[in-house]
Each structure stands twice: as structure tokens, then as C-alpha cells.
């Protein structure tokens, strides 16, 4: 039991860290991303803008989160 | 056959992997003073043995087995998982609100844990430094694999800037780092805590994040009905959608750093953090007087 917990809590550590909200958020993008990709409605370079900018915008979000709890602990 | 791609490829793997090589010899280092010297080192080459075997499996299979546009959205999702850590991590301590990663109070960690461990002895070896040891060097190796083949499988995959034999250039820049880490630390005898680690992440995590956000997005070509990657606005020769989101990361940083040290808890540790490096500063200075 001990090995199966740390084996998940190892690869949780290094793929989301401390950052769960950037992970999760990259996931939906790519979702996202796939189903446009699938449904074929954007020209394709709409489409890389698109996402590139909501990955950006998912780690903009993390930060202000993250700027709004700090605010709120101090 | 040392193009500007292959010596650019060398520079960023060699960068990328001091600062993992440094973290891991911190580890290594407090228990081979702390514990035993034979310990360290062979949990130290059973990783390093651990990380070839798993590069030569995912390298292999990677490039051999998987279409252009599937490669891309793999290297791509892994530079950005990776990218994006970083990126956040070096925007909070740049800004304050996370202490910046220091290689002493890492090693006075770890000598601490090590003493207060108790003593078991498997295969002849003290069993607490041995686990450490390996522990450390492959969770800090396995970034380094992963930092390898995405940017070696890029060079060598790449219309722009094309490097063949991609994956070897890349992977000597992290051979590089090794040695002259491992010399480094072997001459100081101590933790390498003059390397500017915290500016060389927030480097790295720029760069990582730019190419996982390009490399994704192509990538997602695949679920598209051609399955063929897709493409951003100006491509081209010049790689200026590269450079378009790399400046993209770049002010959203700034930015980020900027907003963040404006609240008061990032206020105070400026402040907290600038006094200790006024204190630390004046030490040397303070030292003769005293004694005069």
C-alpha cells in the first residue's frame, strides 16, 4: 500500500507540483484544442492562436488566484 | 555540423541541466558527509543507471513509433508541464512571495534528516543514504531526460531550424553540465550555492514554456480531420511565432512580478530579503574592524 501511494504521490509531484490549477487548466485547453481541432471550424492558424493564448491565459489566472489568496492571508 | 541550432540546442540543455545537476549534487553531498561517502555514490550511479535505460526506451519509442503531429502534442504537453512550474515558481520569487531556492539551507536540511535517521544496513551499504541518494539524482535526472529528448526530438523534427542528430547535441549539453558541475562541486567541496539558480530557472522556464506552447498547438493537428500538424500565423524561415510567444511569456512575467510585489506580503519580504543580503554583504567588511 505504502509503494502504491508513493509511486502516485512521485509522478503527482512531478507532473502537477504545486500548481494543480495550471495542470488542470492546460487539460482543459487541450481538450478544447482537440475537439476545434476535430470539428474543423477555425483556419488553422485561428486555432494554434487560440490555444497558445488560453495557455496563457491559464497561467494568468493561476498567478491573479494566487495574488488574491496571498492578499487575503496577509 | 556545430550549426547556430546545434551550439543554440547545446547552450539551453546545458543550462537547463546544471541547475538539476547542482540541486542533485546538494543531495548527494550532505550524505556522503553526513553518512557514508559509498553510500551516496552508488545510490548516485544505480539512478544515473536508471535514467539511461529509461531515455534509450522513451527516446526509441518516441521517435520511432508515433506520427509527426502525435510527437509534437507529446513534447509539447511535457515541455509545458515542466515550463510552466518553473515559470510560476521563479515569478513568485522574483516577486517575493516564495523564498528563493537556496543550495545551503537545502544541505543543512538534508545533514539534518540524515543525523536524525536511523542506521540500517542493507547489502553492505547505509541503507538511509543510499535511498537519498537515488531518490534525489533520479527525480532531478528524470527533468533532465525529459528536457533531452523534447528538445532533441525538436531540433531534429524542426522546418526552421533543423538539427541533425539532434538528440546527441542535446544530450551532450547535459553531459557538459555534469562534468563541470560535478568538478566544480568536487574542487568547492560544498554546496554550489554561488550558481545563480533562481535567474537561470526563470531563463529555462521561459524557453521551456515557449516551445510547449508551440509544440502543443501544433501538435493538436492530429485530432484535426488531415491528422496533420497545424500551423501559426508566420511561419516561415525565421522563426518568428517562436519569438512572438516567446515575448508573450517574457511580459506576462514582467507583468506578474510587477503586480505580485505590490501586495504587502511580497512588500515585506523584499524588504526581509534585502536586509539579509545587506547583513551577509557587510560580514567581510565588519570582520576586521572587529577584530581590530
Known amino acids: 500500500m505504502g509503494f502504491i501511494t508513493g509511486f502516485f504521490r512521485f509522478w503527482y509531484d512531478f507532473i502537477i507540483g504545486d500548481a494543480w490549477d495550471i495542470a488542470a487548466g492546460i487539460v482543459v485547453v487541450l481538450v478544447v484544442g482537440a475537439l476545434l481541432a476535430q470539428a474543423d471550424v477555425l483556419v488553422e492558424q485561428q486555432l494554434t492562436l487560440l490555444i497558445g493564448a488560453g495557455i496563457v491565459l491559464v497561467v494568468a489566472s493561476s498567478l491573479y488566484f494566487e495574488a488574491q489568496r496571498r492578499g487575503r492571508s496577509a | ?292
Do not use: C
Request: proline residues 3%; glycine residues 8%.
Open chain 2, 1 to 292: 555540423m556545430f550549426t547556430p541550432a546545434a551550439i543554440a540546442l547545446i547552450g539551453t540543455t546545458f543550462v537547463a541541466s546544471a541547475v538539476e545537476v547542482v540541486e542533485a549534487f546538494t543531495i548527494v553531498l550532505a550524505m556522503g558527509v553526513t553518512r557514508s561517502w559509498r553510500a551516496a555514490i552508488v545510490g548516485a550511479i544505480a539512478a544515473f543507471a536508471a535514467l539511461v535505460v529509461i531515455t534509450a526506451i522513451i527516446g526509441v519509442s518516441l521517435k520511432d513509433l508515433v506520427s509527426e503531429s502525435v510527437l509534437q502534442l507529446i513534447i509539447g504537453t511535457l515541455l509545458l508541464i515542466f515550463g510552466l512550474q518553473w515559470l510560476r515558481k521563479a515569478i513568485l520569487r522574483s516577486s517575493g512571495l516564495k523564498a528563493l531556492h537556496d543550495e545551503d539551507e537545502t544541505f543543512r536540511e538534508e545533514q539534518a534528516a540524515a543525523r536524525a535517521a536511523g542506521r540500517e544496513t542493507r547489502m553492505g551499504l547505509d541503507w538511509f543514504a543510499f535511498v537519498v541518494s537515488f531518490k534525489g539524482v533520479f527525480l532531478e535526472g528524470l527533468e533532465v531526460v525529459f528536457i533531452v529528448i523534447t528538445f532533441g526530438l525538436a531540433a531534429m523534427n524542426s522546418d526552421t531550424a533543423r538539427v541533425e542528430n539532434g538528440m546527441w547535441f542535446a544530450a551532450a549539453g547535459a553531459v557538459i553540465a555534469a562534468v563541470v558541475v560535478l568538478l566544480a562541486g568536487a574542487i568547492a567541496h560544498k554546496p554550489l550555492s554561488a550558481v545563480p539558480e533562481n535567474a537561470m530557472k526563470f531563463a529555462v522556464g521561459l524557453l521551456l514554456s515557449t516551445f510547449g506552447t508551440y509544440w502543443t498547438a501544433e501538435g493538436l493537428g492530429y485530432f484535426s480531420p488531415k491528422q496533420n500538424s497545424l500551423h501559426w500565423y508566420g511561419a516561415g524561415d525565421i522563426p518568428w511565432p517562436i519569438l512572438g510567444i516567446f515575448l508573450a511569456w517574457l511580459l506576462l512575467s514582467r507583468i506578474a512580478v510587477s503586480g505580485l510585489r505590490q501586495l504587502p506580503a511580497a512588500r515585506r519580504a523584499v524588504v526581509a530579503r534585502d536586509a539579509a543580503a545587506t547583513a551577509a554583504d557587510l560580514k567581510p567588511l565588519a570582520t576586521p574592524a572587529t577584530a581590530g
